[in-house]
């Protein structure tokens, strides 16, 4: 079955490649390059904003090997207007409440485009459903508001998790390659699906092998680096995912749950610190491992190896035991972020 989507991949591949390999020449020539002593680093400025790579890939891939559905298109057009606006952000620092509208825009296109989330299912037995309280608009399109509530949380939550991965280079961009690396694998599962997996399994597969290209060159010591405009097309592309073709949130979860929960955590603190959530800081797990001593490598290869292990588990586990591995990850994270913590103050 994996052959069928060999030609897409290597071509996302090839395509991928090129562009860095253009990318690494002319982003100097234009000046596009980030401000390394503006965080206290001695090294020369390199590309910035090369996440725009990911993005020319997934136009060129979708257009010639995917039939243009209204979820394709709606996924294209969010997609768009997120990339143009991290790319401004990346040069011109916006303010987080405009990225944070932007964010909801590109979610609710999104879910005008016909994505929906019908249920979820219960730990403990069971659905529960998504699709009721419908509000009808004008020429008859139906909304569920439970599950566009549910989406725009999704999207824009995931979006600014895989955001807050950017603090280390290479951090994003391996672990949704890791992410991608098991939706594939689950997307290609034989006698697992009720709806047709084809369209996702080349889409997922695509993109995953134009972010390992990326991947390779922004590893530490990074050559380029993908910037919020790479890392929100990152999000926001995982967070379809999950929902594309038939739910897979609970794996998309468990694969992505130290950052989510470092997210969530790091906000939670923001707040009783009255400070504002949306303004970044260095509070995150990656943080505390560099204040604890670890190379940025070493960093990186920690929280890629927790998500694997916690990922490849999940195409394995029934609703009950992927609730517990989200527990255990809960509180993996909180003891990693104490002990970091204390271990930092000594």
Do not use: C
């Not at 590109?106 to 998504?130: K, M, Q, R």
């Not at 998309?252 to 009255?274: C, N, Y």
């Not at 303004?279 to 927790?306: E, M, N």
Request: no cysteine; glycine share 8%.
């Amino acid at each position: 079955m994996f052959y069928s989507y060999l030609a897409p991949i290597l071509t996302s591949f090839v395509i991928t490649l090129v562009l860095t390999l253009i990318t690494l020449k002319l982003f100097p020539l234009l000046k596009l390059l980030d401000r390394p002593k503006k965080y206290g680093l001695t090294r020369k400025p390199i590309p910035y904003g090369t996440g725009l790579i990911l993005y020319v890939n997934f136009l060129i891939i979708t257009f010639f090997f995917l039939p243009l559905s209204t979820q394709i298109i709606g996924m294209i057009i969010g997609a768009s207007i997120l990339v143009f606006t991290g790319f401004l952000d990346d040069f011109f620092d916006l303010s987080p409440l405009i990225k944070l509208v932007i964010q909801l825009i590109a979610s609710i296109i999104i879910i005008f485009s016909g994505f929906e989330v019908f249920v979820i299912t219960n730990p403990f037995g069971g659905t529960i459903p998504l699709d009721t309280w419908h509000l009808i608009l004008t020429g008859g399109i139906s909304i569920s508001i439970v599950s566009a509530l549910f989406l725009i949380f999704w999207i824009i939550g995931m979006i600014n998790t895989v955001n807050f991965l950017d603090g280390v280079p290479g951090l994003a961009s391996g672990i949704t390659v890791i992410a991608g690396i098991i939706l594939f694998l689950l997307a290609i599962r034989p006698d697992f699906h009720i709806v047709d997996q084809k369209s996702f399994a080349l889409l997922v597969g695509t993109f995953t092998v134009s972010i390992a290209v990326i991947w390779a060159f922004e590893f530490p010591p990074p050559k380029l680096l993908i910037g919020d405009t790479g890392s929100t097309f990152l999000g926001f592309m995982l967070a379809l995912f999950a929902v594309f073709s038939g739910a897979k949130i609970a794996t998309a979860f468990i694969v992505m749950g130290f950052p989510i929960f470092d997210l969530l955590l790091t906000v939670i603190k923001r707040i009783f610190q009255k400070k504002s959530p949306l303004k970044g800081d260095r509070q995150h797990l990656h943080h505390d491992l560099l204040r604890a001593g670890f190379s940025p490598r070493k960093t990186v290869f920690i929280i890629y190896t927790l998500s694997a292990l916690f990922g490849l588990s999940a195409l394995y586990l029934n609703s009950l035991q992927k609730f517990i591995a989200i527990s255990l990850i809960f509180s993996i994270m909180v003891i990693l972020k104490i002990s970091l913590v204390i271990s930092s103050k000594q």
